[in-house]
Structures are given as structure tokens and as C-alpha cells.
């Protein structure tokens, strides 16, 4: 009896020990550009990407459900067939998440209105903690960074001239739908106060922490400081972006997703703005700052070439990139940002 209670004491403090020691967390956002049907061979890329990454979680962006076949389904299979275990749910939403750790919940934060954009919310538990992950794919319309660059983000037609005032970029930038989303994540994670907030996804927006007096005579800014609305707003709430909590110099880290060099696709078909360099960073994963979790650290994943003026151009910034293995599935980069839980 006693060599039995002895050794449920062991055991006991075994595994008291381990949570103790705490958990790393890799945490992916990705952009997959219709479900990786714009590249060739790029489905099958997306699945090598996640396995050789191997992030704890996934937050994917441009999720179509392509001829009623669920994407969800189809990628966990693929993984499945690589020898990576993950979980993850269907979503009529433009959007998905996978987890390594089983989903508890998962349900539409903010349902897409007509091309206006969606936040989609999961609860996962982690080494005894309680993780809400969001993964979001903001309102593309309204595109308004394009503006001081000399291009309209409604048409994307060349304009006159650019459009340098901050006041109306700001302004043109509100008549999108992001920043209503944002403002409803918000809202909704004020009731998740005490657990772990997740955000990653595709903002169709850069960062005001990008956009300063820094960086105004740069990347054909031409002299034009913007607080962008949803990174404020994040800020303001108490949020952290992870990129540039861990690099916050925009000048010499500068981070950009888009729009990023693609081998499988001429350079027509990745730029918008082709006479402009139309370079930002618009994919991010933010977190809500805990005790009882740190950033460790971020990266991009990608290609180091981006589009410049229409050319495919090689970054000469201090970013560091973890290359594609081969196919390289979308024309955005995706973002990685490593956690260590309590």
C-alpha cells in the first residue's frame, strides 16, 4: 500500500513539474489566396508548409469551401497523410483555424456581410490555460494605403496625383468595414478578460506603428504620417503587435506581407499598383499581454522577394525569412510568432 501511495506521489509531482515548466506555442497566420488555387500545386504547398512548420495553431485567410468540398476537412487530411495530427471545424466564413490541441468551441465573431469582411473565434485549452484564438479576414474594399502611392483603393486605377493629406487618407480608409470588425472582436474579448487572446489574420490595412514619421519619406509614403484605424484601436485596447513588439523598428525591420514575390506566378498577376512600390505589412498576429505568457519571438514566412513597381525585387531590410521548401502558395507572406505559456 504505501510503494502505491509513494508512487502516485511521484507521479503527482511529475506531472506538477511539467505544467510548471510551461509550454512553447508556435502561433501561423497565413493568407492561402483562394485556398491555394491561384499557384499551381498550391493546395498540396499549403499542406507542406504547416508540416514542416509544425505551429501549434493556424489561422488561414481566403478559405473558400471551393464546389461544396469543406477546406477544413481536406487540409486536415492532408496533414493527416504527412503524419501531422491537427484538429480543426468547418466554417461557412472565409477563414479557418487548426489546432494541435482539440477545439472546445468555435463559432463566427463577426459574420461577413457582403465582401465586408469576418472574425471567427475559438476556445482551446492549453497546459491548463484557457486559449481564445480569432482569425480574421478584413474588408478588402477601401484598399486606402494605395492612395499616397498615387492609386485609387476602390478601382486601383492610377489617380491624378497622390493623395498626401493623412486627414483624408483616414478618412477614405473608415468608409471600410475593418474597422467595425475590429471594434466587435473588442468588444467580444472584454468577456474573455482572464484568459489568453489570439488574433492573426489579413487586415487589408497596414499599421500606424508603420506609417510615422519614420517611415513617411518612405516606400512612396511621400511624406504622409496615418494613424491606421485597427492597429489604434488595438493599441488602444491593449493589444500587442507581436512583429513589432519583438522588431520595433519599422525602418530597418519592416516586415512587409504584401505583396510578396511568388515564383509560380508572373509578376502582372501579384501587383496592383505596378508603378508604385505598394509594399506594406498587413498580415499581423496580436496578443493581449499575460503573466502567464511571453512572446519569444516572430517571424516572416516567405519568400524574400516582394514586388516593386511591378518587378520582382529581393529585401535588403534586416527582416529575417524562413523560406518556402519549393511552391510558395499565395501572394501574400504569412507571419509566426513563437509563445511561451505558464
Given at each position: ?109 463577426c459574420p461577413s456581410e457582403k465582401d465586408a469582411g469576418s472574425v471567427?473565434?475559438?476556445?482551446i485549452r492549453i497546459n491548463g490555460q484557457t486559449v481564445v484564438v ?209
Open positions: 500500500m504505501l510503494r502505491i501511495q509513494l508512487t502516485g506521489i511521484l507521479i503527482w509531482l511529475c506531472v506538477s513539474a511539467a505544467c510548471a515548466k510551461g509550454v512553447t506555442i508556435k502561433v501561423l497566420q497565413m493568407n492561402i489566396w483562394q485556398e491555394g488555387t491561384m499557384v499551381k500545386g498550391g493546395f498540396e504547398a499549403i499542406a507542406d508548409e504547416v508540416s514542416r512548420l509544425e505551429p501549434d495553431i493556424v489561422m488561414f485567410s481566403e478559405v473558400r469551401n471551393y464546389h461544396g468540398e469543406m477546406f477544413i476537412s481536406r487540409i486536415l487530411h492532408a496533414l493527416k497523410e504527412r503524419g501531422k495530427m491537427y484538429y480543426g471545424e468547418n466554417s461557412p466564413l472565409d477563414i479557418g483555424i487548426l489546432s494541435k490541441y482539440p477545439i472546445e468551441e468555435q463559432a463566427p465573431n471567427l473565434k475559438a476556445r480569432y482569425s480574421a479576414h478584413l474588408d478588402y474594399t477601401h484598399y486606402a494605403c494605395y492612395l499616397p502611392r498615387g492609386y485609387s483603393g476602390v478601382t486601383w486605377k492610377k489617380l491624378e496625383a497622390p493623395v498626401t493629406n493623412g486627414i483624408e487618407v483616414e478618412k477614405a480608409n473608415r468608409e471600410s468595414m475593418r474597422d467595425e470588425a475590429i471594434y466587435h472582436f473588442i468588444e467580444d474579448s472584454k468577456k474573455e478578460k482572464g484568459n489568453i487572446i489570439l488574433l492573426g489574420g489579413d487586415f487589408n490595412e497596414p499599421s500606424h506603428l508603420d506609417w510615422n514619421e519614420k517611415t513617411k519619406d518612405l516606400w512612396d509614403h511621400h511624406g504622409t504620417v496615418v494613424r491606421w484605424d485597427c492597429s489604434t484601436m488595438l493599441m488602444e485596447a491593449g493589444f500587442k503587435d507581436a512583429y513589432r513588439t519583438k522588431y520595433p523598428n519599422p525602418v530597418t525591420h519592416p516586415g512587409f506581407t504584401f505583396p510578396s514575390d511568388n515564383k509560380g506566378v508572373s509578376e502582372q498577376k501579384l501587383s496592383w499598383a505596378p508603378e508604385s512600390d505598394e509594399r506594406d505589412r498587413i498580415d499581423f498576429i496580436y496578443y493581449m499581454p499575460s503573466k502567464r505568457m511571453k512572446l519569444k519571438d516572430a517571424v516572416i514566412i516567405g519568400p524574400s522577394q516582394s514586388i516593386v513597381r511591378g518587378k520582382r525585387t529581393k529585401e535588403n531590410s534586416r527582416d529575417w525569412f524562413i523560406e518556402p521548401i519549393d511552391v510558395w502558395p499565395t501572394d501574400h507572406k504569412a507571419v509566426m510568432a513563437t509563445f511561451y505559456i505558464k
